[in-house]
């Protein structure tokens, strides 16, 4: 009896170096896509983390320029502190306080304290003069006793680093505000 290979009843498979040659091909697909979920995911943090600092920024630049507006006067300043006498205040001034050591900016008002921005790198407050007809921002005079502010300026800068990462968001807000009451 003799045997005779036949080509039809062959089974048909992948060779070692085919099967070899997916898996490589297969495995750099897997590793592209998860160093682009990685990175995306780190753009989505850091995005995140810089709208929230942007917003807590802008929320305090809100309400500082709202309670200069309606004060009626300057009871005191210096470069990281500002006391304000509103109209509303019923037990003493607000008082706005930046503490160096804790990067915090606080709001002291009717004896409630509240932080209001933290991971504050530099804050400074400027008092000026009424500016003289016809005077643009460049001439404007710093005052010498607090009481004689008819502006404010303010200005600060914040950042906050993405736990695990490299990156940093950092924002930097300015403005200068009347008294309107004055």
């Known amino acids: 009896m003799e045997f005779k290979l036949s080509n039809h009843n062959r089974a048909r498979a992948f060779t070692l170096v085919e099967m070899m ?8 697909l ?5 160093t682009l979920y990685v990175f995306s995911m780190r753009s989505f943090a850091a995005m995140a983390n810089y709208s929230d600092l942007n917003n807590s920024s802008r929320y305090a630049s809100d ?5 200069i507006r309606s004060c009626m006067k300057v009871v005191s300043a210096t470069t990281i502190k500002l006391e304000l006498n509103e109209p509303d205040d019923t ?12 990067c915090t900016l606080s709001r002291t008002k009717n004896g409630e304290t509240k932080v209001l921005l933290s ?33 404010i300026a303010f200005q600060w800068s914040c950042s906050r680093r993405l736990v695990g990462s490299l990156n940093n968001s950092e924002n930097i807000e300015a403005a200068m505000v009347e008294l309107r009451n004055k």
Do not use: H, W
């Open 30 to 34: 897997l590793a592209a896509l998860a």
């Open 91 to 102: 037990t003493g001034n607000t008082t706005y306080n930046y503490d160096e050591v804790a």
């Open 21 to 28: 040659v997916a898996v490589a091909v297969g495995s750099l």
């Open 63 to 67: 309400i500082i320029s709202r309670d």
């Open 119 to 151: 991971g504050v790198d530099s804050l400074s407050f400027t008092l000026y003069q009424r500016p003289l007809v016809g005077a643009t921002y460049e001439q404007l005079l710093t005052v010498v006793t607090a009481s004689d502010a008819k502006l």
